[in-house]
């Protein structure tokens, strides 16, 4: 496997050079490219995070793909109300360059998208909201909950979190947007839109075991379980441990492996 360090000036981000992490496969190139995991960092990390803190090259080459790892700061991956257009970025200008730059598929059944924490809320937003790019979806340590935005004027100036709010979204309504996981989902099945498989895990000590909770009832709700929705709750925290175990569970799930007990 080879791992690359990729700086480039993004026209999405108005010019900012951007970090890309890549890992790719050595030898004789698949004739479609080599199949693609997409795969997101969470709140307080950067593009370099998942390979310092897990297996995932390892696992990579078991399982013969690539693996991308952009950089999107405190972005909740959100064309930001006040900020960068990290959705445009991750969306439609970052799959394009990288297959300028590698020999990536551009198959829709070769494409899955992951991510840890607010990169799992990430993955499920762009897969829902994308489903023709995205065959598998990996939402690891969060949710695919319909974030209700705090209103402008109820925003404290003095909370962190708030100025965090208000960069991202600023009031703006969830409905219709990518931000609309539920709704996006059922607009899929709706409109004949190809469905995404899901997995998803979550530790049992894990602080948004509830989001969790509130994502894994809206899937099982559905007749037949159209999405092949496969849920996982086991013994953990929010912690890399947990993630190293999941990312590898993940794409055994892609590769339709069986999933034994942990």
């Known amino acids: 496997m080879a791992l690359m360090h990729v ?12 970090s890309v992490e890549v890992i790719l496969p050595q030898g004789e190139v698949p004739p479609r490219g080599f199949r693609t995991v997409w795969l997101l960092h969470g709140m307080s990390d950067d593009e370099t995070m998942w390979t310092r803190r897990t297996s995932i090259e390892r696992y990579a080459d078991e399982h013969g793909v690539a693996v991308v790892m952009p950089a999107a700061q405190l972005s909740c991956y959100a064309d930001m109300a006040h900020g960068y257009n990290f959705y445009t970025f991750i969306t439609e200008e970052l799959p394009r360059v990288m297959r300028e730059f590698f020999p990536l598929s551009s198959a829709r059944e070769d494409n899955y998208i992951v991510g840890l924490s607010m990169g799992g809320e990430g993955a499920c937003k762009i897969g829902l909201s ?12 969060a949710g695919a909950y319909n974030h209700t935005p705090i209103p402008t004027d109820k925003l404290d100036p003095e909370n962190p979190y708030h100025k965090w709010e208000f960069n991202r979204y600023d009031g703006l309504p969830v409905e219709g947007t990518p931000r609309d996981c539920f ?12 469905v995404p498989r899901i ?9 948004l075991l509830e989001a969790a909770h509130k994502t894994c009832d809206f899937f099982r709700s559905f007749d037949g ?10 013994s953990g925290n929010h912690t890399w441990q947990f993630w190293d175990d999941h990312i590898r569970r993940f794409l055994d799930f892609v ?3 069986p999933l034994t007990d942990l």
Do not use: R
Not at 183 to 189: E, R
Not at 199 to 206: L, M, N, P, Q
Not at 225 to 234: A, K
């Open 183 to 194: 709704g996006n989902a059922k607009k899929i099945l709706a409109e004949g839109k190809p």
């Open 255 to 257: 590769d339709g492996k």
């Open 7 to 18: 700086k480039y000036a993004s026209e999405a981000m108005y010019g900012l050079n951007i």
């Open 225 to 234: 379980n159209p999405f092949d929705y496969h849920y996982e709750e086991h």
């Open 199 to 207: 997995y998803h895990a979550i530790g049992s000590s894990d602080f």
């Open 130 to 141: 994308k489903p023709e790019n995205y065959s598998v979806i990996g939402c690891l340590s």
